[in-house]
């Protein structure tokens, strides 16, 4: 009689001859794959740990094929899992082809890849389960390279790929964003006619995704015959990825349309697009949506809505929506600590960190980020140094070059640009643009030449192409008058082929979104847009408005400088902002680069004189100009 070792010690009592499966030696392998679970860790029936407690058996239960399929999936780890490939191999079992797949999976699912392989090599005669799992085991593990030519070695062996092998090396080729293997195996997928399953297009369209051909995403997208939720979600996900926000929520209209009843997680995608368009009537209109259908409002989805109202200008409503969250994680936090961070409210940014400490959430890295950000944009010097030794001493948090980012700038709007320098000099980590950004733009603030000089020369060092850092410098120049130098750069400039990226300022009026360059005529009411404009800028030199002519780096003469001031691209959408929209009523602007300081000048004038809320956005960050102010202090 066999009897095993001592050391197989008995496991639970329920362990024991459940129900039977019909897996005897030699028969078909009918397993699915759904059936084969990953172990789950808070299993309540799960084994006890010790590596050594896996087996004890009576002797007709040895030799009884549907006895390992029950212990198998309750192994906790890899050596218990080895005990019983041992057992099974003694006992003659390995060659039950369901037994050895699933010894296969188990080696898989905790990353045993090793001994999986071994184990796979051993098996004469594989079948599609087989090669599939195999196939996962190293997408899963990472191991793209083992995946792709064990793939390979399947296709060979003649047998048919699945609808589960391929989406799992689809996926590898777009962790990988090997763009060249995907569409290798979107060929594949042709030959075997799998090109309409749903699983194996919704990873192709995910994969070209996130391999930023965005048009084979949506040819594919278009093409398919039957699409499901997933996929959808998918393409909207991909489109606000790949920067078209605006065609993910064309495509959330169309799914309504088609009667796709979207879920959070594809509520999450269009709340992402929203935000990055900063379109607070689309925004509303969602919003609108998510309480209609009563959505749950889940971390991810809530987290989400906070981040998109914040991008839209309107910090209430995401307030709003973290107060109704029952459920809040360190994300949720940092989200609305970051909200008023970017809209120069650093007062509530503070009272809300504090708050979060006494609920006894933890802040992490990006906390601080946050906040040092909110207290450096509300120029709170002093609070912002005593949380970055916080941040160290108290929370053993290293800071990052973002942390050491909103030091210098704190440093530096406060006019400590001597400190500032000197941080940056005694930092031990690498220095990016953003850092030597940060203490760019306070030079220019405190017109500070040389160094800025020295500045722009470390950031050119890091970014040759960018021309924003030349204009920069050039602006600086401008504003000490020193012509030649500006001249210079320009020259430098031409000589490199570096163009200005064109400004562009939105505004979102009646759903429609209208566009504007500098000296744009292209608006069908460009001419009316012009002559109000210069009525308007009367009345606002009348009220105090001196044109800032330092922001124009042409060295021309003042009335001609005035004239191309006149026509920045934010002035003309503010002005006609003021027309379209309801007396009274907030205007909201998006602009893609710095607002020049001309400009917030003159929407300072504009909110005084017209008595509005004006809203910019701007790539930095937000400004709110009220009675005549701007929230970011005149420091931006
Ligand atoms: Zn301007
Ligand atoms: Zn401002």
């Not at 780890?77 to 037994?99: C, D, E, F, R």
Request: hydrophobic share 40%.
């Amino acid at each position: 009689m066999f009897k095993f070792k001592h050391q197989y010690l008995l496991p639970s009592p329920k362990f024991g001859r459940v129900g039977l499966l019909s897996a005897g030696p030699g028969s078909p392998a009918t397993a699915t794959v759904e059936s084969l679970d990953h172990p789950n860790d808070d299993d309540p029936e799960a084994f006890p740990t010790q590596d050594h407690a896996i087996l004890e058996t009576s002797n007709s239960q040895s030799l009884d094929p549907s006895f390992y399929l029950l212990t198998l999936p309750k192994c906790k780890n890899a050596p218990q899992i080895k005990q019983v490939h041992s057992q099974v191999t003694v006992n003659g079992l390995l060659k039950n082809l369901v037994i050895a797949n699933k010894l296969l999976y188990m080696y898989t699912a905790h990353r045993a890849v090793t001994e999986a392989h071994g184990l796979f090599c051993g098996i004469k005669e594989k079948n599609s389960m087989s090669w599939s799992v195999m196939v996962g085991g190293f997408a899963k593990n990472g191991d793209c390279v083992d995946c792709f030519r064990t793939f390979r070695e399947y296709i060979r062996s003649g047998d048919h790929p699945d609808n589960y092998t391929l989406p799992l090396v689809i996926r590898v080729c777009r962790d990988t964003t090997d763009l060249q293997m995907g569409r290798l195996i979107h060929q594949i997928v042709h030959k075997f006619g799998l090109h309409s399953d749903p699983f194996v297009a919704a990873a192709l369209v995910d994969m070209y995704a996130k391999c930023k051909v965005i048009d084979d995403a949506k040819t594919m997208f278009d093409t398919m015959p039957e699409r499901d939720l997933v996929t959808w979600t998918v393409m909207i996900g991909a489109q606000t990825e790949c920067g078209s926000a605006n065609e993910a929520l064309l495509l959330f209209d169309r799914m309504q349309e088609e009667g796709i009843v979207p879920d959070s997680v594809a509520m999450v995608n269009v709340v992402n697009a929203c935000a990055k368009l900063g379109a607070m009537h689309k925004a509303r209109l969602v919003h609108d949506y998510i309480s209609r259908k009563k959505f749950w409002l889940t971390v991810v989805l809530g987290t989400a809505m906070i981040d998109m109202y914040a991008k839209c200008g309107c910090v209430e409503s995401a307030r709003e929506i973290f107060d109704r969250m029952g459920i809040k994680n360190v994300v949720t936090w940092t989200a609305m600590i970051a909200a008023y961070g970017y809209h120069g409210r650093g007062r509530e940014a503070l009272d809300l960190f504090s708050m979060m400490l006494m609920t006894g959430m933890v802040p992490n890295s990006i906390t601080f980020v946050s906040i040092l950000y909110a207290c450096s944009h509300s120029g709170m010097v002093e609070d912002g140094l005593k949380l970055f030794s916080l941040m160290q001493e108290g929370y053993g948090v290293r800071p990052n070059v973002k942390h050491f980012t909103c030091v210098v700038d704190l440093l530096g709007r406060a006019g400590r640009l001597d400190e500032a320098s000197s941080l940056i000099k005694n930092m031990a980590i690498e220095k990016d643009e953003g850092l030597w950004g940060a203490l760019l733009g306070a030079c220019r603030i405190y017109g500070h030449v040389e160094l800025a000089e020295e500045t722009a020369r470390s950031l050119l060092e890091l970014q040759p192409e960018n021309a924003g850092h030349y204009v920069l410098l050039a602006n600086i120049y401008a504003r000490a008058g020193k012509w030649k130098d500006v001249a210079r750069i320009r020259e430098l400039m031409t000589h490199q082929r570096l163009k200005k990226v064109p400004g562009w300022t939105c505004i979102e009026v009646d759903n429609k979104i209208h566009q504007f360059t500098i000296g744009d005529h292209s608006h069908p009411q460009s001419k009316e847009i012009y002559e109000k404009l210069k009525c308007l800028c009367n009345k606002l030199e009348l009220a105090g408005y001196v044109p800032d002519t330092n922001y124009v780096l042409h060295d021309v003469d003042e009335e001609c400088k005035r004239g191309i001031l006149y026509t920045h691209s934010e002035k003309l959408a503010i002005t006609f902002g003021l027309s379209a929209t309801p007396e009274g009523s907030p205007i909201r602007i998006t602009k893609n680069l710095r607002v020049c300081g001309d400009c917030h000048t003159f929407i300072k004038y504009v909110s005084l004189v017209a008595n509005r809320l004006v809203i910019v956005r701007d790539a930095n960050r937000f400004h709110h100009f009220k009675d005549g102010a701007c929230s970011c202090g005149d420091y931006w």
